[in-house]
């Protein structure tokens, strides 16, 4: 029964983000996990992981699943508190100082790195490999370049980067380097929510971290899909957005688009992913119901 119960709140919070609490220049951590949190192949990973009894008490990936856990379903909002204290000054998270303006492609490396650990699938569900540069295997995010004085679609940013994937990870993250350089204007790299295809590969968008300020300094925030609806995350703002709405948001000239987060679509897909999904949380919450009355 707790298995079904399990199931049944994953996949209906998966739908309905909740507000993450800043505890103090933790908003790159909480607009990191957002999206995690949208990534349905990595959360239903951490839960396999934690069925199997992997996560050992006080250890990153322990105070994850119950980071993940506890947001799934929590009310309103919830504030990382035991997981934030887990992570600052440990070993596997390196040189990170996490109560202080950091660098959210650094945490999102280092936690995906430091599961990783527990299960090394954790890695191959990011690691990523192109036809310009093969990665160390330790890579879990495609850099893009620089672009300056211009503004660029990401189809087309892509498009001008490499041509095809060596290894098509099932979530693909990118990160377009934004180097400050005097005199350098930084380009918008907008998106239009298309599916986006590389080389075979195709990928939907499933969320977006966004950074605004210098390199010393700023905010980040999040757009997530959930199902079929989108959310901005703002540490404990959490409010639905039109397609339309964030297509402009995306556009927006004080804001960076600093991390995509992409879920391949599968070749077998016989219908829409989101029909797919739909019933299969009708199916857990049969389940689940079954199982109240057992």
Known sequence: MKKYFLLFVIFTRL????GLTNLGNTCYINSTLQ???????????IQNLDSQGKFSAGTIGFEFKNLMLNHLI???????????ECISNNSLMGSLVVKSPQDAVE???NLINSLSAVDARARELFHVSDNTQVFQPSEVVLNLPAVFNEDISLQNLVKKSFTRLIRAPKILVMHPVRAHLEGKNMGIVSYDLEPIKIGSTAYKMIGVVFHYGTMTGGHYNAIVRKGDKWYICDDLL?????EAKVIEYLKQKNLESYLFFFERIEKSSAQDLNDLFSQFKKSITALYMKALVI
Do not use: K
């Open 35 to 45: 999206c995690l949190f949208a990534c349905r192949p990595f959360v239903e990973l």
């Open 15 to 18: 739908e309905s983000p909740v």
């Open 74 to 84: 929590s009310q309103g909002s919830f504030e990382p508190t035991t997981f934030i």
């Open 238 to 242: 959490v409010q639905e957005f039109t």
């Open 107 to 109: 945490f999102f490396s």
